[in-house]
T-cell receptor, first 114, second 113 residues
């Protein structure tokens, strides 16, 4: 049973399109995250939700809109995709919002904008 | 602003030796520090967490130290094996904000037979 699963694993799309990445966790965790890992492998937090409430929004362009229908799901919708959005996006979850607990990551979604 | 530095160059060591990876940080005092392993094409996997009031933490062949005076953490893998080859990331909580983890750039470890 996969703890944090995200789909799709690969996404190739043209500039200007709108796309979504879905994430689900079956760990019963309260907190979920989206991270972006660029070509230099730098992993940077984008958003954090705790019990469906947005708690962190790290100066991400408003073309990126996370949505949490329930605490087990955190989806990421991206409007008007740009070349610079190409990266690997990771969903993660943790038992609670404080960072004294480990984070569980999904397998990643490799987004390529052409 | 807070900054986390890990050796960007790969660390190559022979099987059986101890690998030591470094994580340095500046401009803040984290309450927690975590280490993760990332394999190509996979998400990071949690290894160890150490608190600011702990000097050392061990788990099987892994050992982490946390020196808040030097603002440095060392991550050791003893009796290293080729299967330990991966990228290792350190992560700290954000300054004045323990709601988020801030990751270093990672160090790639290559263990050769």
């Amino acid at each position: 049973d996969t703890a944090v699963s995200q789909t799709p694993k690969y996404l190739v799309t043209q500039m200007g399109n709108d796309k979504s990445i879905k994430c689900e966790q079956n760990l019963g965790h309260d907190t979920m995250y989206w991270y972006k890992q660029d070509s230099k492998k730098f992993l940077k937090i984008m958003f954090s939700y705790n019990n469906k409430e947005l708690i962190i929004n790290e100066t991400v362009p408003n073309r990126f809109s996370p949505k949490s229908p329930d605490k087990a799901h955190l989806n990421l919708h991206i409007n008007s995709l740009e070349l610079g959005d190409s990266a690997v996006y990771f969903c993660a979850s943790s038992r609670h919002r404080d960072t004294n607990t480990e984070a569980f990551f999904g397998q990643g979604t490799r987004l390529t904008v052409v | 602003s807070q900054k986390i530095e890990q050796n960007s160059e790969a660390l190559n060591i022979q099987e059986g030796k101890t690998a030591t990876l470094t994580c340095n940080y500046t401009n803040y005092s984290p309450a927690y520090l975590q280490w993760y392993r990332q394999d190509p094409g996979r998400g990071p996997v949690f290894l160890l967490l150490i608190r600011e009031n702990e000097k050392e933490k061990r788990k099987e062949r892994l050992k982490v130290t946390f020196d808040t005076t030097l603002k440095q953490s060392l991550f050791h893998i003893t009796a290293s094996q080729p299967a330990d080859s991966a990228t290792y990331l350190c992560a700290l909580d954000g300054s004045y904000n323990t709601d988020k983890l801030i990751f270093g750039t990672g160090t790639r470890l290559q263990v050769f037979p």
